[in-house]
């Protein structure tokens, strides 16, 4: 079955706490991307993925790392969350550059308290 | 940059009647958009998408419309049912160099069903 997985479901942590949520597919799609949407604002692209070991910044990177090893892997990396990245977070994948049916995560929940 | 503005942003109609969504975008070069539908705490889901050589798709009750000159886009929803209660996104694909598109997303828009 296609699909996009993440990882954990539901997430509460501290401020400054470092932490990573995974994300993997199965399409051998080379195009993956992070949201995370917040009421009101839909969905905002954190960071994108071309390929392996190709990231760039999307609308709203600051505070997020991500790393892209492998095809299929593409982990989101707080490295000192704060309040305000509590939010609902989707890993996505797609194949021709972004275009075509994107495939979301089940999403993360994440609260930094 | 690119934007795509989403309206309403809620709507409640009565079982059985029509529901239209609409968007507009502001770069021409956009040549992509998807509709998407996010039921409570699930992910969002494709449910139908548009180039922009079509002025018209269709799938059973889901029909999307494309008028690139007026740069706007919109999701018509026949004979709704409790079911198609969600919220719904509309996003526009704007090609950067490189061949890569992003995808630029609506503010979604909240639809209701009452039986």
């Known amino acids: 079955e296609a699909q996009v997985t993440q990882n954990p479901r539901y997430l509460i942590t501290v401020t400054g706490k470092k932490l990573t949520v995974t994300c993997s597919q199965n399409?051998?799609?080379?195009?993956m991307s992070w949201y995370r949407q917040d009421p009101g604002l839909g969905l905002r692209q954190i960071y994108y993925?071309?390929?392996?070991?190709?990231?760039d910044k999307g609308d709203v990177p600051e505070g997020y790392k991500v790393s892209r090893k492998e095809k299929r892997n593409f982990p989101l990396i707080l490295e000192s969350p704060s309040p305000n990245q509590t939010s609902l977070y989707f890993c996505?994948?797609?194949?021709?550059?972004?275009?075509?049916?994107?495939?979301f995560g089940q999403g993360t929940r994440l609260t930094v308290v | 940059g690119e934007n795509v503005e989403q309206h309403p942003s809620t709507l409640s109609v009565q079982e059985g009647d029509s529901a239209v969504i609409k968007c507009t975008y502001s770069d021409s070069a956009s040549n992509y958009f998807p509709w998407y539908k996010q039921e409570l705490g699930k992910r969002p889901q494709l449910i139908i998408d548009?180039?922009?050589?079509?002025g018209e798709k269709k799938d059973q009750r889901i029909a999307v419309t494309l008028n690139k000159t007026a740069k706007h886009f919109s999701l018509h929803i026949t004979e709704t049912q409790p079911e198609d209660s969600a919220v719904y996104f509309c996003?526009?694909?704007?090609?950067?160099?490189?061949?890569?598109?992003?995808?630029?997303f609506g503010a979604g828009t909240r639809l209701a069903v009452h039986p």
């Open positions: 399409m051998n799609h080379e195009y």
């Open positions: 548009i180039r922009s050589n079509v």
């Open positions: 996003a526009a694909s704007l090609m950067f160099s490189g061949g890569y598109n992003k995808l630029i």
């Open positions: 993925s071309m390929n392996v070991e190709v990231t």
């Open positions: 996505a994948s797609s194949s021709g550059g972004g275009t075509g049916g994107a495939f």
